[in-house]
């Protein structure tokens, strides 16, 4: 784990966007992807040490996206409307968390040059719209992996 730190280039947070169903979420300001394993301890009386053997039992996986709700129409965005129908049809979406660059940094790097991209499918499990007075309208997105997530690291 150290060696690959020093590997991969330092990389600035506005380089990483969030992506559902191949539209971005603009005016994003922050995004985060967890994934988490559900650990087994199969220590016996065979086992050495007093530390506990675990052994995977599972694995789950889940995402979220805060940004600032935009009041003009953006082909390449995301809308709130469409938002609010997947999560009220509880339609799985596909979920990509990777590099952009160019126009709003909203373009994904090539396939070549991208050092991380990690992506699936999810149901967004909650949806929040917060108007607070004098301040920006937000909106709070998270999800819930559906399956496997697809990982790609390349080190530099």
Known sequence: LFTLIFKI????GQNFRVFIDDKCVA??????????????????????GSAKQNSTKGKSWNGSADALVLNFGDPGALDL???????????LISVKFTE?????NRTIVSADKNEITVSGKALINDLTIKSIVNEEISV???????GPLTKTVKEA
């Open 81 to 91: 409307a469409n938002l609010i129908g997947k999560i009220i049809k509880g339609t």
């Open 9 to 12: 280039k330092m990389k600035k």
């Open 100 to 104: 952009t660059e160019g126009d709003q």
């Open 140 to 146: 709070a997105i998270k999800f819930m992996g559906y």
């Open 27 to 48: 005016a994003s300001k922050t995004c985060s992807f967890e994934e988490s394993a559900e650990l087994e301890d199969i220590s016996t009386k065979d086992s050495t």
